[in-house]
């Protein structure tokens, strides 16, 4: 599933093609991939014009004129294809043999726009959805998330305090909880872990203040570095121009079990921790 620095990297791709632009068409032909009726999507996304495109968490957020925001999650397999009238092409999630080819048998949303140019919204597996809020109900609908690590407001003293009502779980649980923190998923809260040297399994009621602060500073650090190099490419994730992101060349742990720690060069540990694959080094890890 792409996780903060992916979706980030798709938002800031579709941002320039899509602001501006008005919605002319809105095809459906999997309405389970809708949160509300057909009939809403409709009534305010045709002769909307979109004037925003942004991220909270894993989701993607589009600003209608209409006053309502569309609210578009890829979960594991989705993919967004923006197609210009020229034919040029933006995408960014999980690619499809051809993907230049749109609309294909996974496309079961495509939002046609005025000139020509149209948004498409593929999904293997079919566990994306696309939900309309009304954008003054926006926050409200987001305080289920927990805060956003790459803002200015995300402070030591503000990961303390989230992770605070969690002191029996594991670390590793507790940041995957988007109620905690928001964006993190399985690989950037592997690779927060390694970059603040505590082993994933470790108790967040045991963490000392130097800890917290370690552990806030690279999931920073780990997040930037990712946004920078745009994203994580591994099985089927591509970034918005269809290329893949460079962050997996430099991974510390993640997906690496068995190789050499790029810090002390003994094998890295896999094991299961909240039901998810959890790589770390049991030497630089504590
Ligand atoms: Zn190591």
Not at 54 to 79: C, E, F
Not at 168 to 176: C, D, P
Not at 225 to 236: E, K, L, Y
Request: charge should be positive; include cysteine.
């Amino acid at each position: 599933m792409p996780e903060l620095p992916e979706v980030e990297t798709i938002v800031r791709d579709l941002r320039p093609v899509l602001v501006g632009k008005k919605i002319v068409t809105f095809k459906v032909t999997k309405q389970r991939l809708l949160k509300n009726p057909l009939g809403q999507f409709k009534k305010f996304m045709i002769g909307a014009t979109i004037f925003s495109v942004g991220r909270r968490a894993k989701l993607v957020l589009i600003g209608l004129s209409s006053g309502y925001t569309l609210l578009i999650h890829l979960k594991m397999t989705g993919q967004l294809v923006w197609r210009g009238s020229s034919g040029k092409i933006r995408l960014g999630g999980h690619p499809i043999v051809g993907v230049a080819a749109v609309p294909n048998r996974y496309t079961y949303i495509t939002l046609g726009l005025a000139g020509g140019g149209k948004l498409y919204f593929n999904d293997v597996r079919t566990f994306g959805y696309f939900q309309l809020v009304k954008s003054e109900l926006l926050a409200k609908h987001h305080l289920k998330f927990g805060p956003e690590p790459l803002t200015k407001n995300f402070t030591a003293a503000v990961l303390r305090q989230r992770l605070h009502g969690h002191p029996r779980v594991s670390i590793k649980a507790a940041l995957l909880n988007q109620a905690v923190l928001a964006g993190l998923g399985n690989i950037y809260v592997d690779e927060s872990l390694f970059a603040a040297g505590l082993k994933p399994s470790r108790r967040v009621g045991k963490l000392k203040s130097a800890e917290f602060i370690k552990l806030w500073s690279s999931i920073k650090q780990i997040l930037s570095q990712a946004v920078r190099t745009r994203g994580t490419s591994f099985n089927n994730y591509r970034d918005g121009f269809g290329r893949k992101g460079t962050y997996w060349e430099k991974r510390w742990v993640y997906g690496r079990r068995g190789e050499p720690c790029r810090r002390c060069s003994r094998p890295i540990s896999r094991t299961v921790l909240a039901g998810r694959g959890t790589h770390y080094c049991s030497n630089c890890q504590r």
